[in-house]
């Protein structure tokens, strides 16, 4: 039910249609609520699952992304260490402009969708690949080199 159409315009009740997911289709005025976009990103973030799992050389985090194309995936680095992926998964409006086609159900999601990894400090950030494959995103990033322990420096004790 459209809360505005009661008179409801007050910021609690744009922020339970945000928390109740309504239609992104009502006017731009009504839609100002400040807490929107943060609903909107934990809701791709929630909605993006992911294992990361640590190997002796590497780093590799696979993320589930069916039906997007690996030219609409963005894989980048921010900041020191963290990284983003991100993208935007589209309905087909081919099927849904069609007359007499209406959805029964609709439970596959649409629209972005992001994830933000933390990465160690160990992470080598000039050796960072990306593959996308059957609907799956792995994006692999090898560990630097444990650094060489120090040689205890000797000093030569000269007689007086």
């Not at 609903?39 to 992911?50: H, Y």
């Not at 050389?57 to 993320?63: D, K, L, R, T």
């Not at 990284?83 to 029964?104: F, M």
């Amino acid at each position: 039910m459209d809360t505005r159409s009661l008179g409801f315009n007050s910021p609690f009740f744009s922020l339970l249609e945000d928390l109740l997911d309504l239609p992104e289709d009502q006017p731009e005025k009504s839609r100002n609520n400040p807490s929107r976009a943060y609903v909107r990103d934990a809701k791709a973030m929630a909605a993006t699952p992911a294992d990361v799992v640590e190997y002796p050389n590497s780093y590799v985090f696979v993320v589930d992304m069916p039906g997007i194309k690996a030219n609409e995936i963005k894989a980048q680095v921010e900041g020191e260490k963290v990284l983003v992926v991100s993208g935007e998964r589209k309905r087909d409006k081919e099927k849904d402009n069609k007359e007499g086609v209406k959805y029964v159900r609709m439970e596959r999601r649409v629209g972005k969708f992001m994830r933000r990894f933390a990465l160690p400090e160990n992470a080598n950030m000039d050796a960072i690949s990306a593959v996308a494959q059957d609907g799956v995103l792995t994006v692999t990033v090898e560990k630097l080199p444990p650094p060489e322990p120090k040689k205890p420096k000797t000093i030569e004790v000269q007689v007086a």
